[in-house]
């Protein structure tokens, strides 16, 4: 059987994570990805990566205009697994810790919420003020898992690749999608 997942890159640096997720999904058949990118994210995919607007959006197996508030992601009635927002800016956190649907990506996030399903945000940015730690409160008592992308060093990566690998088969995770790749610390016996 199938799964939808919808992916959302919202405008925050590390445009690498949301492509990672759409990477680590296309070796997973039974999972469908529904890929939503903001404005802000254009910008931060140009600055920061070497990749082209379809090549990312290449790497989904669909594509909504963030404008497209009609889209199927923005209905409770379009079953989904849930949301992954990799990378989640403050601007997007804060639109969907206020339901301030404002476009698509925000949209859909409000419909994970409301019909009870996950929502994942790989929230990017440090140092924070109240308001950033208020709007994760809120977000976290409405049911979204807040998952900043911290490098897992006692892993001990080699590149920036497996710190980026290691933070998004976590988020997956959390989403109930198991990837091979996952290595999990092993306490000493």
């Known amino acids: 059987m199938v799964q939808r997942l919808i992916i959302g890159i919202s405008g925050a640096s590390g445009f690498a994570y949301g492509c990672k997720a759409l990477q680590l999904l296309r070796a997973v058949p039974q999972v469908e990805t529904h890929l939503v990118v903001s404005k802000g994210a254009e910008l931060t995919r140009a600055s920061e990566t070497a990749f082209s607007r379809d090549e990312v959006h290449a790497l989904a197996d669909v594509v909504h205009p963030i404008g497209n ?3 199927g992601i923005a209905s409770g009635s379009f079953r989904t697994a849930g949301m ?15 339901a301030t649907s404002d476009n698509l990506l925000t949209r859909a996030a409000d419909v994970t919420l409301k019909e009870r399903r996950r929502l994942v945000l790989m929230v990017r940015e440090t140092p924070l003020n109240l308001a950033h730690l208020d709007n994760m409160r809120r977000v976290s008592e409405m049911g979204g898992i807040v998952f900043p992308p911290v490098p897992a060093l006692y892993m001990q990566p080699e590149s920036v690749d497996d710190i980026i690998t290691q933070s998004v088969v976590r988020a997956l995770g959390l989403l109930g999608i198991e990837l091979v790749a996952q290595q999990e610390w092993q306490p000493e016996k």
């Open 69 to 71: 508030l009609a889209a």
């Open 84 to 98: 992954l927002v990799a990378p989640c800016s403050m601007r997007t956190l804060s639109a969907i810790a206020h």
